[in-house]
């Protein structure tokens, strides 16, 4: 599976951006996927995740209530809706699949740059 993602911009606070992350090859609807970021000078953290069916989310504390994961499997697209964006939202933004024997995330797309202006 090879990803790509895109989406990503300059937007004020309290705005909204809508990421998305292509996938190519024919397992996509049978893995799990996730948004990471990092910011600079920091480590890369967890943002959301997804099931293979799109049945199970999860968000990290610091975006939960303001983001939105979706799949759309038809389309080998994983989605990450974001409002009311923070300056401390800031980073740049990966998609990944996640293994499902090892439950690592093990393939990466190229990050789309996201900065929140205040």
């Known amino acids: 599976v090879q990803l790509q993602a895109s989406g990503g911009g300059l937007v004020q606070a309290g705005g909204s951006l809508r990421l998305s992350c292509a996938a190519s090859?024919?397992?996509?609807?049978?893995?799990?996927m996730g948004w990471f970021r990092q910011a600079p000078g920091k480590e890369r953290e967890f943002v959301a995740s997804?099931?293979?069916?799109?049945?199970?989310?999860a968000y990290a504390d610091s975006v939960k209530g303001r983001s939105a994961i979706s799949r759309d499997n038809a389309k080998n697209t994983v989605y990450l809706q974001m409002n009311s964006l923070k300056p401390e939202d800031t980073a740049v933004y990966f998609c990944?699949?996640?293994?499902?024997?090892?439950?690592?995330?093990?393939?990466w797309g190229q990050g789309t740059q996201v900065t929140v202006s205040s």
């Open positions: 090859g024919r397992t996509f609807g049978t893995i799990a």
């Open positions: 990944a699949t996640r293994d499902p024997r090892t439950l690592g995330w093990d393939r």
């Open positions: 997804i099931s293979w069916s799109g049945g199970s989310t």
